[in-house]
């Protein structure tokens, strides 16, 4: 069983930093991508940032403010978010594309809340 566990969310103020972790555990025999969208209340789910392969795509709502990396030997993916505004609140959850027996599938973690404020 695929296990994908969020830590790092939390309070911060605007224009502050805070770094999300994503720790993927469990039967799967590779990784085909991985990545973090989120959803504010009233919203729909929105890409953040993900990374296959040799790429890696931001939602335009982060671009040059949230860094996206990968220890994929880990089996982990980071986020490190600066710059922080208001509307950045929302819940973040991490999501991979992982390969097993029974073929593709996607995952998703439990989320973790990102609130910023002043």
């Known amino acids: 069983q695929v296990q994908l566990v969020e830590s790092g969310g939390g309070f911060m103020q605007p224009g502050g930093s805070l770094r999300l972790s994503c720790a993927a555990s469990g039967s799967f025999v590779g990784i085909n991508a991985m990545g973090w969208y989120r959803q504010a209340p009233g919203k729909e789910r929105e890409l953040v940032a993900s990374t296959s392969g040799g790429s890696i795509d931001y939602g335009d709502r982060v671009k040059g403010r949230f860094t996206i990396s990968r220890d994929w030997d880990k089996r982990m993916v980071y986020l490190q978010m600066n710059s922080l505004k208001p509307e950045d609140t929302a819940v973040y959850f991490c999501?991979?594309?992982?390969?097993?027996?029974?073929?593709?599938?996607?995952?998703w973690g439990q989320g973790t809340q990102v609130t910023v404020s002043s």
């Open positions: 999501s991979a594309v992982l390969r097993n027996r029974q073929g593709i599938n996607r995952y």
